[in-house]
C-alpha cells in the first residue's frame, strides 16, 4: 500500500466524521468499550500516532499527552491529523524505512497498510454507529481486507477492550466489502 490508499480511506471516513453531530457523541458504537466521542478522537490520534512514526520513525516520539478532539473543532482536527499523515507517508523513503511501534519494527509500507485498514474501518464504525449507509468503497474495502488477512493473527484477537480485534464474524460473499472487512476484523455487520 501507498500514500494513495491512505489518501482513498481518509476520503471515505471524511464524510462520515463530517456528518456527526455532538448530540451524537454519547452513542454506541461496534467498537463496544467506546462511544462515538471515543472513536472520533481515536480517528484523530491514530494519523497523528501514523504521522510522528513516519516523520521519526519511532513511536516513541509520541508526546503522550491526551487532547479530547470531539469537544471541539473535529472536523479540523481530523482534516489536520489527517493532512499530516499523508504528506508523512508520501515523503521520498518514507515507504522504504523501516519504524518501531510498540509491538515491533516493520517496513514502513506494512505500517502504511496498517494505518489506511486503520482509517478505513473506522470510517465503517461512525457509519454504522450513526445509522449512515456502510457499503463505503467497495474496491478499497476488498484491498484493505486482502493486506490485513496475512496480518490479523488469531493472538491478536478476543474480548472488546482486552484484544485489538474481535473474533472473526463471518459474514455472506455477496455482502458488501466494507461489511465482510468489518466482520474480518470482528464486527457485527
Excluded at 516493520?106 to 456502510?134: E, N, Q, Y
Aim: hydrophobic share 45%.
Amino acid at each position: 500500500m501507498n500514500a494513495d490508499t491512505f489518501e482513498r480511506a481518509v476520503a471515505s471516513s471524511r464524510p462520515l466524521v463530517v456528518s456527526v453531530s455532538p448530540s451524537q457523541m454519547q452513542d454506541s458504537t461496534p467498537c463496544q468499550s467506546w462511544t462515538v466521542k471515543d472513536l472520533i478522537n481515536h480517528m484523530i490520534d491514530a494519523p497523528t500516532f501514523a504521522a510522528v512514526v513516519m516523520e521519526t520513525g519511532s513511536f516513541e516520539n509520541m508526546s503522550g499527552e491526551s487532547v479530547d478532539h470531539a469537544a471541539g473543532d473535529y472536523v479540523a482536527a481530523y482534516d489536520a491529523a489527517t493532512t499530516r499523515a499523508a504528506a508523512a507517508i508520501a515523503a521520498p523513503g518514507a515507504l522504504d524505512k523501516i519504524v518501531k511501534l510498540p509491538f515491533g519494527e516493520m517496513p514502513g509500507s506494512v505500517f502504511v497498510s496498517i494505518a489506511a485498514g486503520d482509517a478505513f474501518a473506522h470510517g465503517w464504525d461512525l457509519a454504522k454507529a450513526t445509522g449512515l449507509d456502510t457499503d463505503l468503497d467497495s474496491g478499497l474495502a476488498a484491498e484493505i481486507l486482502e493486506s490485513v488477512r496475512p496480518l490479523l493473527s488469531d493472538e491478536m484477537r478476543g474480548q472488546d477492550g482486552k484484544a485489538p480485534f474481535g473474533p472473526r464474524i463471518e459474514v455472506a460473499e455477496g455482502a458488501p466489502a466494507a461489511d465482510r472487512l468489518a466482520g474480518f476484523l470482528g464486527r457485527h455487520p
